[in-house]
């Protein structure tokens, strides 16, 4: 691998010596590397980011996850116009899970021989705080060794003002329940003029982050998202890195990023530009070098498709994703990956990028 002390192009030379000496790479730099044409250069800052973070031995390391997905309900009182998943009750095709279909899915999963459950949903107002805690030890009475992560800080929000607890307080019960981790979802685009289009109803960015400080204070690891390739600019996503960054440093409790592209089809959002490969490419390098503080880059196979995502291992992603047995949310808006991955599958992918693949859970 080239190193990045050979890095040509003037602008990167200026990133890739921040990089080397250990100084943080400030909004600028952020928005030179969202618009460079040079991806290769870019790609060695973002893994030689990336080797620092993990260190020598872990370089080749490349974390995948055997999980299920749990999407309890569709029906949802805000009806986000990015979203194509959500439906209103008495709707054809709304649904909710009972706590018994909920415990079967688990069984079924466990048979497949998951590690891990991924749970969110919609603000659905029939449901009440017992049906949440319940469901968290239901699926611990399954198999205890089962890792949770669970709801975003959309519908943490909500519990919180519907059952009239605090967010530390929800949490502490959440823990009680079973709760290992957030999934980080719902934080989309933080700029308000941007959410107002895509998300208006939805917590304020604000809003979002709180709710992450305070898991971060109950002693919660979380993930954090970015929904790119809609209605956002690149101002907007180096705001949106900038604000991820000031908390990290504030609390340390972001464990992975997670640039999720928009998926258009069945929204109400009308997205005319599609993201080239090179447009994926640069915002998840440009997230690995300027989120230097955060330990792990996520790329998700079943958003990007399998092949970007075996490529983006190059360019600062050190977890590929996981099965995600029973997806539903990113192939109701189109997606054409399958939605459950193989475990053989990921390895490949992961071992054919000439690297290692390391089974984890969100506990990693
Ligand atoms: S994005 Fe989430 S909060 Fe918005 S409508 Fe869909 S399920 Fe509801």
């Not at 008495?90 to 497949?112: H, K």
């Not at 230097?292 to 190059?314: C, S």
Request: charged share 25%; with cysteine.
């Amino acid at each position: 691998m080239m190193n990045i002390d050979l890095i040509k192009n003037p602008t990167l030379r200026r990133v890739a010596d921040k990089v080397r000496s250990g100084v943080p790479v400030d909004e600028n730099d952020a928005l030179a590397m969202l618009a460079t044409a040079d991806v290769v250069e870019l790609g060695l800052i973002a893994d030689s980011v990336r080797r620092r973070i993990n260190g020598a031995t872990a370089y080749y390391g490349v974390y995948y996850g055997v999980n299920m997905n749990l999407n309890y309900t569709n029906v949802c009182e805000l009806r986000c116009p990015l979203c194509a998943y959500s439906r209103d009750e008495g709707d054809a095709d709304a649904f909710t899970l009972s706590l018994d279909e909920i415990e079967q899915r688990v069984r079924r999963a466990v048979g497949f021989g998951i590690d891990e459950v991924h749970i969110v949903g919609g603000l659905n107002p029939a449901l009440s705080l017992e049906y949440f805690t319940e469901m968290l030890r239901r699926i611990k009475r399954v198999k205890p060794e089962l890792f949770i992560v669970a709801f975003t800080a959309t519908e943490y929000d909500y519990f919180a003002r519907r059952s009239g607890m605090s967010i530390s307080g929800l949490f502490r019960v959440m823990i009680d329940a079973g709760l290992g981790a957030l999934p980080g979802g719902g934080a989309e685009i933080f700029d308000p003029g941007v959410r107002g289009r895509i998300a208006p109803r939805k917590i304020s960015g604000e809003r979002w982050l709180a709710v992450m400080r305070e898991a971060h204070h109950a002693g919660l690891k979380t993930n954090a998202t970015m929904l790119y390739n809609h209605i956002e600019n690149p101002s907007h996503i180096v705001d949106h890195l900038s604000r991820i960054r000031d908390l990290q440093n504030e609390t340390g409790g972001f464990k992975t990023f997670v640039p999720l592209p928009f998926h258009p089809e069945n929204t109400a959002l009308a997205v005319e530009k599609q993201a080239t490969g090179f447009d994926d490419i640069r915002i998840y390098a440009t997230a690995r070098v300027y989120l230097h503080n955060i330990p792990h880059l996520k790329g998700l196979w079943m958003y990007l498709g399998e092949k970007l995502a075996q490529v983006m291992l190059h360019f600062g992603v050190d977890d590929i994703g996981a099965t995600y047995h029973y997806e539903k949310v990113v192939h109701a808006a189109g997606a054409t990956t399958d939605d459950v991955g193989s475990e053989e599958r990921l390895r490949r992918i992961i071992e054919n990028a000439g690297m290692t693949p390391v089974r984890a859970t969100a506990a990693y």
